[in-house]
């Protein structure tokens, strides 16, 4: 069976936290799921768990055995089962896959936007250089006067234009094409490891990751998992590599003796003042809750860095095309302009 994407374990983890809290139990909440659930596939994974679970094998097992559910999820899961707050920790689980969904959307909207004026662009030179600046050439012919150099050489690499537009194309639609088929094999694969070192966007990418591990962190701590240990799922999770590497450096600081609140100060793995407020909430018996308010902050963070990205992208587009459109109405203006002064 495919993975299940992110949105539709947040309504999972939402019903089945719901159905326990209520009383009922776990393999009885997957056969109420089960049976409002739409997907055929998702409605027959959910009754063989039930049905396992029935015959005493544990949820955490039996979503491993689906191979639909991510490592994350069934590591909580279990972490859950263990500690008896099941129902606690799904809840958290569905707000963790519905903070990831809206991470997504914003790192789609960042890259979508900027795609879209890029293409207007390619468009609009396009048709200067093959459409409009011909008919200047011709008629400037007729009154025995050429176009400058500057227009002429863009003309005459119309060909190489667009063989190079052409290739360009090629490689975004495959690189497109690469990145939805990794999609669909695993719905929840993030895309802040494809964009980590592209320029403009790589901030942003940095800001998602985390605010993912910020509220990661959040949710192992809440589940009453160490430190040390939810650093360790952390690795396993983010998928932006600057990031794993400051959590790989922090891990080794603890191993060395530092406490968390210092090696996590020193790694440079969240904002100074937001290390600070965990350890000052470490040091108050409130590490989870101060952790809590932090995930809360990079998500404030991450919508900033979208909204800065886009408010950059958008002039700097708009100033290119500027000066590609005025070049080019300028290497045209020149020679009417000395028809104009000869005829004066």
């Not at 994407?5 to 393999?27: F, V, W």
Request: overall charge negative; aromatic content about 4%.
């Amino acid at each position: 069976m495919k993975k299940i994407a992110g949105n539709e374990c947040a309504l999972l983890c939402q019903q089945l936290s719901m159905m326990i809290s209520s009383g009922l139990s776990a393999e009885d909440g997957l056969g109420v799921v089960a049976n409002d659930q739409p997907d055929a596939g998702l409605h027959d994974a959910l009754l063989k768990i039930k049905n396992e679970m029935e015959l005493g094998e544990t949820l955490a097992d039996s979503l491993e055995r689906t191979e639909a559910f991510d490592a994350y999820m069934i590591r909580m899961v279990r972490i859950g089962e263990q500690t008896g707050y099941l129902d606690q920790v799904l809840d958290a689980l569905a707000q963790y896959y519905q903070r990831m969904e809206k991470i997504r959307i914003n790192l789609k909207n960042a890259l979508t936007y900027p795609l879209i004026l890029l293409i207007m662009v390619m468009v609009v030179v396009g048709v200067i250089l093959f459409k409009v600046l011909p008919v200047f050439d011709e008629v400037l012919r007729n009154l025995g006067v050429s176009l400058t150099v500057p227009a002429q050489v863009l003309m005459q690499a119309g060909t190489v234009l667009i063989v190079a537009s052409a290739a360009v194309s090629a490689l975004v639609l495959i690189g497109a094409g690469v990145i939805g088929w990794r999609q669909l094999r695993n719905p929840q694969l993030s895309l802040t490891a494809l964009f980590a070192r592209v320029p403009l966007i790589s901030g942003v990418c940095r800001e998602l990751s985390l605010a993912q591990a910020a509220f990661a962190l959040s949710l192992f701590t809440r589940s009453g998992v160490e430190i040390s240990e939810a650093l360790q799922g952390l690795e396993t999770l983010i998928e932006h590599p600057g990031v794993k590497k400051q959590i790989r450096d922090c891990m080794q600081k603890m191993n060395a003796g530092e406490n968390f609140d210092r090696a996590l100060l020193d790694c440079g793995l969240f904002k100074e003042a937001y290390a600070r407020m965990i350890g000052i909430g470490l040091r108050a018996g409130r590490g989870d809750e101060m952790i809590a308010q932090v995930a809360e902050r990079y998500d404030d963070d991450t919508e900033t860095a979208v909204n800065q990205f886009l408010n950059t992208i958008e002039p700097l587009m708009i100033v290119l095309l500027s000066v590609i459109v005025g070049a080019i109405l300028l290497s045209v203006m020149l020679p009417l302009m000395n028809i104009m002064s000869s005829i004066g």
